[in-house]
């Protein structure tokens, strides 16, 4: 990947010198974008955060509001919200803090066992690493539908089942992960920036470190946001394998449905409870997406 | 710095994973002698509040925690998943629709002791024995069905609406149900009954025999009582049937809304009628079902043989189910009691429904419990076959398919089974 | 043009311990670097693999835990059925009218997003909103809006005179309905793929093509998309993968969650699921799961190829200088 830019470098700011010759001015892209932008941003916005708007309204209201449809919110949520968590057979609070820390030790294990993989896949040259790559995306492809199966064999056979360790141990690596990772990388570090590392006599792992995690960083905070977000919305396998006394969150709030009559006002109070720490990882991970991350690092 | 922060985060991660992995290794349950513990797992509401468990352990000095699923659906994929593993409760509920699968393993079920057999009504009992002669489950309800009605709706269609006289308008066969159906979507254009698939597991369920034979042998497709109940749906309950199918958003919206004027009302449903219809001030249930009686739902409780305490769990699964235990549970939950003591009991001939005008529901019940005559056989795949036959209706009604097509159709896909 | 061409003309060859050492380092640590991947999913990644490949073969008992090995009967009984056939042609539709307006709308979404704007984070995360909300408050809204009867786009149809659309009755609008679900779930969790791949692109590429007077468009064709070469092809493949593996929303669509009465939105995932937990024959379940696999792997590659011609190269991304820069350089 060539680092310079190929046309003649400027050394003026372009918008200046047309100004003072009185010519119309031209958009450096780093400039403030239009109207229309903003437009189209405001329409996504308001279709993306309608379910969580909704289930607001519904969650504030009472058991008839599914039916009703009302525009606006009741005034019931701070109750409802009371009884969600009051509930004795949802267990919040230690559903709420074994999802946390569930969700958490995943998505970190898998950032950075993918992020590793990843490097050596995207920049290192050894055998069997495209072989090996593509055997690691082959096997996403095979559905999971029966994986309970097996890993419910095995963690009863090890003793595990009811423990919150079962939930954590089958995800800690990613074969999406990997394959994220290894292109992310593919394309966001010039192999320009490792042989300039290598030949200033740094080894492969303080490469890794210097040049390969700083430009990981912002496809790492997205991986760690969504394997964050599945860990904690997962239900068939925490279901199965924990125990009702020591639930993860979607198994605990799910005890308040049932076939026959399901106060919907209270089950969509606990799926706004349940967002809320989600929407905190959001303010986190956002940040992480800084443009130009590398440019510095390419300069001179 | 960030590369500090990152070995942080990578030791705290690696620590609490290697911690957690131990813990994990170390998890048992409680060893000590002195005080069991049981678990019991139901879903839906079988009536057991906390209440009534501490008066279990007031009794036995045993704990009882009560883990509930959400739905019948998860519970089934639960106990299949564990039943030949670890990891039930000991004492776990099993619903009527996967029951005959469960008794396929009733090797694997703790057998109920002889001195409290004919507790239930004997098709209740035999249903749940296996056929080596073993009794492998605890009767909880059953589902006596009655006639519910809109009497505001009745009226409007020159229908008679007090009770006793709708129970002798419909007391008769199911060609008189329909005619009356037929009258009254006539005059109001309006459909009668809420589901033809209800009318379809209501023509069912007073077959001896359905879709297999009790020696194994498959007859869905050759029973001439299938095809002839298939046919009475499709051609007399379809055209007086709002929906196809129930529990669709659809149909809990017109529940409310005054679409359908009858359902077929076992016990249980009539929790479902005034909870998703809380301002409908006309609904009414009659002493009658055509055919005579007939039952739909109802539960066990299974003791699996592989828990930990399966004595102690025989001893809840035999108070729970208790005719006094089960009476107290119909007053928390609307389940219909299968005790024959708990049938002839004072107290149920006296409970009453507000919602339903007051009805002496179980009075009603009650006799319609007492006239069921046939409980159908049902072996592993019958539900297999029900569902899909229910598909085969749904696709007539929906004008995918004509009758023929949709019955050929039907055959061919259970002949794969 | 790289730094690193420039060395001493005449290095003496000198193998010190160190030079032994890095070169150890070299062949060893990319091993190194994947094992921490490999060896845990060896145990929990690979076993279940493993797993239903060997009871593919078998008339297994999830009870008992046991099995007849009964060769390929499963496959072929699985070919043999008509709701196979019907669940692969649902599972092709909802696929193409899932994918591609979801990666067309996850593109030109994340493009907007990777402007200077204001409150980035605002609305760069407001985009995931529809992939964390809890599944079953998404499902209810879509079977509120979906619903045949009372739904409430049936309900503005009627309204305004037009007949209703049967959702839940024809094929085609079933997989509309489903596909729509599946675009709303997916397509912010694309959007910020695309995004933080953009992001690493550098940015003075773009000042210099907008010197050069490239407008926007062209810059997005000539330097984004040739940059995001390998993030395209990750988001295509993944995409296919999880197009064709499509089971949670079909499995709501409605109150039954088994693809119709007459299999309309029935997928492969789901058909398998009702084979495995429905009616309990893991090893027909298991064998669909492989059957499916094979088809993943093709139609996986099949697109790779697609993208791989589609998306041109770097050494073309850079943007043609326009007419009147052209006339400046030659001044």
């Not at chain 2, 564990?82 to 009733?106: P, R």
């Not at chain 2, 309950?237 to 017109?254: H, L, N, T």
């Not at chain 2, 009650?366 to 592993?380: E, L, Q, S, Y």
Request: aromatic content about 14%.
């Amino acid at each position: 990947m060539s680092t310079t830019p190929p046309i003649a470098i400027v050394e003026e700011i372009p918008n200046d010198r047309q100004r003072r010759r009185g010519e119309r001015t031209t958009h450096i892209r780093g400039s403030r974008p239009g109207f229309i932008v903003y437009a189209v941003l405001t329409v996504v916005f308001i279709s993306a955060a309608f379910p969580l708007w909704w289930s607001f309204i519904i969650g504030s209201g009472d058991a008839s509001s599914l039916r009703e449809r009302p525009w606006w919110p009741g005034g019931n949520f701070l109750d409802n919200a009371l009884a969600v968590v009051s509930n004795p057979a949802v267990n919040f609070w230690a559903a709420l803090w074994n999802s946390i820390y569930s969700s958490f030790l995943i998505a970190a294990s898998v950032v950075i066992t993918s992020t590793l993989a990843g490097w050596a896949f995207a920049k290192l040259r050894f055998l069997g690493g495209p072989a090996l790559l593509a055997f690691v995306v082959a096997t996403m492809a095979v559905p999971q539908q029966l994986g309970v199966v097996p890993l419910y064999i095995l963690f009863s056979d090890l003793g595990w089942t009811g423990t919150i360790g079962a939930i954590i141990v089958p995800a800690l690596t990613s074969a999406f992960g990997v394959f994220w990772m290894t292109q992310y990388l593919r394309q966001a570090v010039p192999n320009e920036l490792i042989e300039a590392a290598r030949v200033d006599g740094a080894s492969m792992i303080r490469t890794f470190w210097t040049v390969g995690v700083p430009a990981a960083r912002p496809a790492a905070a997205m991986l760690f946001l969504f394997i964050f977000v599945g860990a904690w919305n997962n239900f068939f396998w925490p279901f199965i394998v924990l125990d009702r006394q020591n639930p993860t969150l979607p198994v605990a709030l799910s005890l308040l449905q049932s076939n026959y009559f399901v106060d919907y006002s209270i089950v969509l109070a606990g799926v706004v409870l349940a967002t809320i720490p989600l929407l905190l990882l959001f303010i986190f991970a956002g940040r992480q997406l800084v443009s130009g991350i590398m440019a510095g690092a390419v300069k001179g | 710095m960030r590369t500090s922060r990152r070995t942080i985060a990578a030791t705290i991660a690696g620590a609490a994973t290697l911690a957690l992995v131990v813990t994990g290794c170390s998890a048992g349950g409680d060893t000590s002698n002195e005080k069991v513990t049981l678990t019991l797992a139901t879903f839906n509401d079988f009536g057991y509040t906390d209440e009534l468990l501490a008066e279990f352990t007031a009794e036995t000095g045993i704990e009882v925690i009560h883990n509930k699923a959400a739905t019948s659906n998860d519970a089934r994929a639960n106990y299949f998943q564990k039943l030949g593993n670890s990891g039930l409760a000991d004492v776990e509920a099993v619903e009527i629709d996967w029951f005959t699968e469960a008794m396929q393993y009733s090797d694997l079920l703790e057998p109920v002791a002889a001195d409290i057999k004919g507790r239930w009504l004997d098709w209740k009992e035999a249903a749940a024995t296996d056929a080596a002669g073993n009794l492998i489950a605890y009767g909880t309800d059953i589902g006596p069905q009655g006639i519910c009605y809109r009497s505001d709706l009745f009226a409007a269609a020159g229908l008679p609406t007090d009770r006793a006289e709708v129970a002798t308008l419909f007391d008769g066969d199911w060609d008189n149900f329909f005619t009356i159906g037929a009258q009254y979507t006539a005059a109001t254009g309006k459909p009668f009954i809420d589901s033809a698939n209800s009318v379809l597991q209501g023509i069912v369920n007073q077959y001896e025999l359905a879709y297999e034979n009790p020696d194994g042998s498959i007859i869905a497709t050759t029973n001439p009582d299938i095809e002839a109940a298939y046919k009475a749906v499709v051609e007399k309950a379809i055209p007086i049937s709002a929906y196809s199918g129930q529990w669709s958003e659809d149909w809990f919206a017109s529940m409310a809304s005054g679409e359908f004027a009858a359902m077929l009302c076992p016990g249980w449903m009539l929790g479902v009628i005034s909870g998703n219809a809380p301002d409908i001030k006309g609904w009414d249930i009659a002493d009658a079902f055509p055919g005579g009686g007939g039952n739909w739902g109802g539960s066990y409780l299974t003791v699996p043989k592989n828990g930990a305490h399966v004595k102690e769990a025989s001893e809840l699964a035999a108070w729970l189910t208790s005719p006094e235990t089960q009476l107290k549970a119909f007053a928390n939950a609307g389940t219909f009691p299968s005790q024959v003591e708990a049938l002839a009991s004072d107290e149920l001939a006296g409970a009453t429904n507000e919602y339903f005008n007051n009805a002496p529901t179980g009075e009603i019940l009650t006799d319609r419990a007492n006239a069921i005559t046939v409980a159908t056989f049902k072996g592993p795949k019958y539900f297999q076959f029900h569902d899909a036959l229910q598909n085969a209706v749904t696709r007539v009604f929906d004008g995918l398919e004509d009758e023929q097509t949709s019955w050929n159709n039907w055959v061919t896909e259970v002949s794969a089974f | 043009m790289s730094t690193a061409s420039l060395k001493s003309p005449k290095s003496v060859r000198v193998i010190s311990f160190s030079h032994r050492m890095s070169r150890w380092d070299l062949k060893l640590s990319p091993y190194l670097y994947i094992s921490p991947f490999f060896l845990m999913f060896l145990v929990v990644g690979l076993f279940p693999i493993i797993f239903t490949a060997v009871i593919s073969f078998q008339d297994w008992d999830l009870v008992r835990g046991s099995g007849k090995f009964v060769g390929f009967d499963q496959y072929i009984w699985i070919l043999q059925q008509p709701h196979f056939w019907t669940a692969l042609r649902n599972t092709f539709s909802i696929f193409l009218l899932s994918t591609i307006p979801q990666l067309a709308l996850a593109i030109f979404i994340a493009a907007m997003l990777d402007r200077n704007i204001r409150a980035k984070t605002f609305w760069r995360m407001g985009v995931l909103l529809p992939f964390v909300v809890a599944p079953v408050a998404v499902g209810l809204i879509f079977n509120v809006v979906f619903a045949d009867n009372f739904g409430l786009i049936n309900g503005f149809l009627t309204d305004i005179g037009l007949p209703a659309i049967q959702w839940h009755k024809e094929p085609f609008w079933s997989h509309v309905a489903i596909a729509t679900m599946v675009n709303y779930r997916w397509t912010g969790y694309n959007t910020l793929i695309l995004l933080a791949s953009m992001q690493a692109v550098n940015r003075e590429y773009y000042e210099a093509a907008t010197v050069d007077g490239a407008g926007p468009f062209r810059q997005f064709l000539y330097i984004t998309l040739p940059s995001l070469r390998p993030t395209l092809i990750f988001v295509v493949i993944t995409a296919t993968i999880g197009g064709l593996q499509i089971f949670d929303e079909p499995r709501v669509f409605d109150q039954f969650g088994r693809g119709g009465a007459g299999q309309q939105w029935l997928t492969i995932t789901l058909y398998l699921y009702d084979i495995g937990w429905g009616q309990w024959n893991f090893g027909r379940a298991a064998a669909m799961a492989w059957i499916l696999f094979v088809i993943i792997l093709l139609i996986g590659l099949l697109n790779l190829l697609i993208t791989r011609t589609l998306v041109r190269d770097e050494g073309s991304r850079i943007a043609k200088p326009s007419r009147r820069a052209r006339k400046e350089l030659s001044r």
